[in-house]
Nanobody, 127 residues
């Protein structure tokens, strides 16, 4: 079982930038997608961005398009989330998740297809 470890969270002022990293303990060659989700206090976990491990196709939640960029380093089994122009509304615990399969039923934005999760990294954006 692959284990995922997030790093790079922290406190930043509105308008600032942070880069999150998600490093896998093993190879991700058999992984379908690696995604970032986030969960703010009192709210449900929501999709942020995902990247197909083979080919690099990406998808983003509308509220982060143009501000966040997801990318991967295949050799290092690492996925990044570059977050620019951060807003207080981006404050949340950010989770990295990997899907070991392609689903014909659920969207790549659905939590249901992600079967391996990291422990989360806190991102706090001050006004």
């Amino acid at each position: 079982q692959v284990q995922l470890v997030e790093s790079g969270g922290g406190l930043v002022q509105a308008g600032g930038s942070l880069r999150l990293s998600c490093t896998a303990s093993g190879r991700l060659d058999s992984t379908a997608y690696v995604a970032w989700f986030r969960q703010a206090p009192g709210k449900e976990r929501e999709f942020v961005a995902t990247i197909r491990w083979s080919g690099g196709r990406t998808d983003y939640q509308d509220s982060v398009k143009g501000r966040f960029t997801i990318s991967r380093d295949n050799a290092k089994s690492t996925v990044f989330l570059q977050m620019n122009s951060l807003k207080p509304g981006d404050t949340a615990v950010y989770y990295c998740a990997a899907s070991s399969f392609y689903s014909a039923v659920y969207s790549i934005r659905s939590l249901r297809i992600y079967d391996c999760w990291g422990q989360g990294a806190q991102v706090t954006v001050s006004a």
